[in-house]
């Protein structure tokens, strides 16, 4: 499949709040990875050029450590690299970033529980983005119940949309059932969870409920798959193999179309940073899957 000529808007439109957004945006966990500062910032330049105009970060993808734990030198942010590259920023551009985690390079990971750790972490995501306002706020859950009820931090956070400082509210790491707990809070615009043609799949339901009420779905590792933060393996599942040998394109593009075909409110944030990839991954939502060949990876 030719890339050069193919935009992300190739992928379609979802309103997420009150913006319009490409289906097919960016995920920028992997660009802290090469100690080279420029190539992250020509990157992410080459993504708005090829019309992505949603990108998601969190204040916690750093290197040295961080999730990715790889990397040498000196500390490199996401958010402090996204900065460096667009700001000041396009209009149409749409920033999600995720609060709940968070890292100290010497402490690790951490939690966010009070209303005070989370207005800290939030304002942590202001200074390095540059912004008054952040655009999208995922409030990121730990695997179990949790040690503060799910409704008291999204709370917390609805009042710093009150206060001015989130524009719009999301859900990370989520069970349908704490989506009903945060109702009549405030608006729930999108949830982030772990889901791909061949890992996770137990949230189909999930994706169908969300689409129900309106909420947009943006799956993450979605190409990882249950590789997760290490990425993905070389070897592929069989069906995905022949659907991309039908249609002459590789196996990633295919499970970005299958991310994409799984209903008009899921939204797709590859993260790369290879500049290849970058347009393979965009060019991706211009794949159009036959029935059959849902049937195929299903």
């Not at 206060?163 to 509210?169: E, S």
């Not at 059932?177 to 339901?205: F, K, S, T």
Request: one cysteine or more.
């Amino acid at each position: 499949m030719p890339t050069d000529e193919i935009t992300a808007a190739a992928a379609g439109t979802w309103t997420l709040g009150d913006r319009t957004v490409h289906r097919m945006g960016f995920g920028s966990m992997r660009i802290t990875a090469n100690p080279d500062p420029d190539r992250a910032v020509a990157l992410l330049r080459r993504a708005v050029e090829l019309g992505v105009n949603h990108i998601d970060t969190a204040a916690f993808y750093v290197s040295p450590g961080g999730t990715l734990r790889v990397g040498t030198g000196p500390a490199r942010y996401a958010t402090e690299l996204i900065r460096a590259a667009l700001a000041p920023y396009p209009e149409d551009l749409v920033i999600a970033t995720k609060v709940g985690f968070g890292y100290d390079p010497e402490a690790g990971f951490t939690e966010a529980l009070t209303p005070a750790q989370l207005r800290a972490q939030v304002e942590e995501n202001l200074r390095r983005l540059g912004r008054d306002q952040l655009d999208v706020v995922n409030l990121r859950l730990g695997r179990g119940p949790g040690a503060v009820p799910v409704a008291d931090r999204f709370g917390a956070l609805a009042e710093l949309r009150t206060a001015g400082l989130i524009r719009h509210l999301g859900l990370s790491n989520v069970r349908p059932e704490q989506l009903d707990e945060v109702a009549g809070i405030a608006p729930v615009i999108c949830v982030q969870n772990n889901y791909g043609v061949d890992a996770y799949r137990e949230q189909d339901a999930l994706v169908r409920l969300c689409g129900e009420r309106g909420i947009a779905y943006v799956p993450f590792f979605a190409l990882a798959g249950t590789g997760r933060e290490t990425g993905a393996s070389t070897a592929q599942d069989e069906a995905v193999e022949a659907v991309a040998r039908a249609h002459g394109v590789t196996p990633q593009q295919v499970r970005l179309a299958w991310t994409l075909h799984q209903g008009p409110h899921v939204l797709a944030i590859p993260g790369t940073s290879d500049p290849e990839h970058l347009a393979q991954n965009v060019a991706a939502g211009a794949l159009r899957l036959t029935p059959e060949d849902l049937t195929r990876l299903h």
